[in-house]
């Protein structure tokens, strides 16, 4: 009589980041709209002067940049005694620069932080390329594989029954749902770590993990 036999196989691999991408804005409220907007825009553009040297051809330590549209608003915030302020006006836009040299990622953050009032960084995404991406995780997924053949045949050679035979492969959790109590695994690829202020921000990138789980099904003896 055949046995099936169904199991889980993962595998993690760290790299360390190949890229790192800045999300700031530059943002400003006061009593009136154009001096708020007028110092956004001012920044901005002083923003914008010190990333374009910086993507100079293919040697500059800048590989993209962005930002978005300048946007303003306004409302009438209440104090803790419930009285309507008088109205507050706010303009703020968003920029996005992708490094791949972390040291120049470091200095322009922190000149920025400790000279553009309005400036904050939210976060710092570290990332891989696409292609150093897309071949680790062959290699991840390879070796999930091997890992869910490894532990399926040890569970058949506790039980003296033979070579096991593959029947089914899939993603964690696609081989039916009483098969994923604790929820699937999905490939991870870049990390985000918040940002301080400073003159000088000390960035010590983590490694990238790339993780991959699937369940596998298999059988052994005659059927």
């Given at each position: 009589?055949?046995?099936?036999?169904?199991?889980?196989?993962?595998?993690?691999?760290?790299?360390?980041?190949?890229?790192?991408?800045?999300?700031?804005?530059?943002?400003?409220?006061?009593?009136a709209?154009?001096?708020?907007?007028?110092?956004?825009?001012?920044?901005?553009?002083?923003?914008?002067?010190?990333i374009?040297?910086?993507?100079?051809?293919?040697?500059?330590?800048?590989?993209?940049?962005?930002?978005?549209?300048?946007?303003?608003?306004s409302?009438?915030?209440?104090?803790?005694?419930?009285?309507?302020?008088?109205?507050?006006?706010?303009?703020?836009?968003?920029?996005?620069?992708?490094?791949?040299?972390?040291?120049?990622?470091?200095?322009?953050?922190?000149?920025?932080?400790?000279?553009?009032?309005?400036?904050?960084?939210?976060?710092?995404?570290?990332?891989?390329?696409?292609?150093?991406?897309?071949?680790?995780?062959?290699?991840?997924?390879?070796?999930?594989?091997?890992?869910?053949?490894?532990?399926?045949?040890?569970?058949?050679?506790?039980?003296?029954?033979?070579?096991?035979?593959?029947?089914?492969?899939?993603?964690?959790?696609?081989?039916?749902?009483?098969?994923?109590?604790?929820?699937?695994?999905?490939?991870?690829?870049?990390?985000?770590?918040?940002?301080?202020?400073?003159?000088?921000?000390?960035?010590?990138?983590?490694?990238?993990?790339?993780?991959?789980?699937?369940?596998?099904?298999?059988?052994?003896?005659?059927?």
């Amino acid at each position: 009589m055949a046995t099936d036999i169904t199991v889980r196989g993962s595998y993690s691999a760290f790299e360390p980041p190949e890229r790192g991408t800045v999300h700031a804005t530059i943002a400003y409220e006061g009593a009136a709209m154009e001096p708020v907007y007028g110092r956004v825009a001012r920044d901005l553009e002083s923003v914008k002067a010190s990333i374009t040297p910086l993507k100079s051809g293919n040697e500059g330590p800048v590989t993209w940049w962005s930002a978005e549209q300048l946007r303003t608003w306004s409302n009438r915030p209440w104090n803790n005694e419930g009285k309507q302020l008088p109205m507050v006006h706010h303009a703020s836009v968003a920029i996005e620069v992708k490094f791949h040299d972390f040291a120049a990622l470091s200095r322009w953050a922190g000149e920025h932080i400790a000279n553009t009032e309005g400036f904050r960084v939210s976060r710092v995404e570290w990332a891989l390329t696409v292609d150093r991406r897309e071949a680790l995780l062959k290699e991840v997924r390879t070796r999930a594989v091997q890992d869910a053949v490894r532990r399926a045949q040890q569970y058949a050679d506790a039980l003296g029954l033979g070579e096991i035979r593959p029947v089914a492969i899939a993603d964690a959790g696609m081989l039916g749902a009483q098969l994923d109590p604790h929820g699937g695994q999905s490939p991870a690829y870049m990390r985000a770590a918040a940002m301080g202020g400073g003159a000088e921000v000390a960035l010590v990138p983590e490694h990238i993990e790339v993780a991959v789980a699937v369940d596998a099904r298999f059988v052994v003896g005659d059927a």
